[in-house]
């Protein structure tokens, strides 16, 4: 038994921190170390959010033609993919999406839209309603992600009934120059302060393999500490062809999982889904994501690229004999 890791949660379940210096030594272990660190970051999750995991779902309300150039995204208009291309939704469509989610187990259902923000007026109008609906019609929680917003859109979600705003830094602030130079990083975090002060529930996360190295991994999982969002989403590079990541292969299956656990333990009580890339990066390892601390996963779709069927993520959940987090 490595006792440093073991000491460590122990440390962590009795509400002290970890380090900056300590997540860089946990980031340098290989073989045999590796499991007991996943065991360590599964027994923290537990003690801090016991062993049920939450599920969540996203309908793309809106794709393509996103004037922001992020390196790794199908839908910004500064590439050439095979990514669909539509305007808003209707209502309908939303809260028919909504109803689905909720049939298939999930318990937050993400209204998801392109572009630099979400405009005023019609397109804000139509969202709202549809929050109200699946706020009336389901048992799921409306969550939104709209790009930027300011106090007053973040307001006007809340009182609709919106229970968390989704906003990823997707990076470490040092590496952010290198996936997308069309806003700020500071808007970014004014963004998720916004939604804070107006009461929502935050989710904000990044994805992981986009080329940054480990110690920047480090760093973006002590800037969503320092930020106190309730939900930090892990997603890992899915390549898309017409991207000017499409031939990135930057992460392993391993490195996944040493990512989760290095998060669960810089972030131990906060609820931590590993989203977009599973299948592409983890492979025959996804089951393992939830021994090295996640305590959740987004089942269905992705936003321009398809995920597993939910029967096959719910037999997952059925063979590792976890219960899910029910609606309401």
Same mark, same amino acid.
């Given at each position: 038994?490595? $006792? ?9 379940? $009795? ?19 590796? &499991?007991?660190?996943? %065991?360590?970051?599964?027994? #923290?999750? *537990? ?5 049920? *995991? ?28 095979? @990514?669909? #291309? ?10 028919? @999406?909504? !109803? ?11 209204? %998801? ?41 973040? !307001? ?8 968390? &705003? ?9 590496? +952010? ?15 998720? !302060? ?6 929502? !529930? #935050? ?11 480990? @110690? ?23 390549? *898309? ?21 290095? +998060? ?17 990066? /983890? ?6 994501? +939830? ?30 004999? /976890? ?6």
């Amino acid at each position: 038994m490595n $006792n440093n890791i073991h000491e460590l949660s122990k440390r962590i379940i $009795n509400g002290s921190g970890i380090t900056n210096e300590e997540a860089l030594a946990l980031a340098g272990l290989k073989g045999s170390d590796l &499991y007991e660190l996943f %065991v360590a970051a599964s027994r #923290v999750r *537990i003690h801090y959010l016991g062993d049920s *995991i939450h599920l969540c779902s996203i309908i793309n309300a809106k794709s393509g033609r996103c004037p922001e150039n992020c390196s790794f995204c199908a839908q910004s208009a500064h590439h050439k993919t095979d @990514a669909p #291309v539509f305007p808003l939704v209707d209502e309908e469509a939303i809260v028919a @999406a909504a !109803k689905r989610a909720a049939d298939e187990g999930s318990q937050c259902f993400g209204i %998801v839209t392109s572009g630099s923000g979400i405009s005023k007026g019609k397109e804000l109008d139509r969202i709202i309603r549809a929050i109200r609906r699946i706020r009336t019609e389901t048992g799921i929680t409306p969550a939104c992600s709209l790009g930027i917003i300011d106090l007053e859109t973040a !307001k006007t979600l809340k009182d609709a009934g919106a229970g968390t &705003y989704h906003h990823n830094l997707e990076t470490a602030r040092s590496f +952010f120059p290198n996936v997308c130079t069309t806003h700020s990083y500071d808007e970014d975090i004014a963004t998720v !302060k916004v939604a804070k002060e107006a009461g929502l !529930k #935050v989710c904000c996360g990044g994805i992981l393999g986009l080329g940054e190295n480990v @110690a920047q991994r480090i760093e973006l999982a002590f800037t969503l500490r320092d930020l106190a969002v309730d939900s930090v989403p892990l997603n890992f590079l899915n390549p *898309i062809p017409g991207t000017s990541l499409e031939g990135a292969s930057n992460i392993t299956p391993m490195e996944c999982l040493q990512a989760i656990a290095l +998060f669960r333990l810089i972030l131990p009580d906060r609820q931590i889904p590993v989203c977009g890339g599973r299948e592409h990066n /983890l492979r025959d390892l996804q089951s393992w994501i +939830f021994l090295a601390g996640a305590s959740g996963t987004m089942i269905g779709n992705y936003l321009t690229t398809a995920g597993r069927q939910p029967e096959q993520d719910w037999q997952m959940l059925k063979d590792l004999q /976890l219960e899910v987090t029910t609606c309401g």
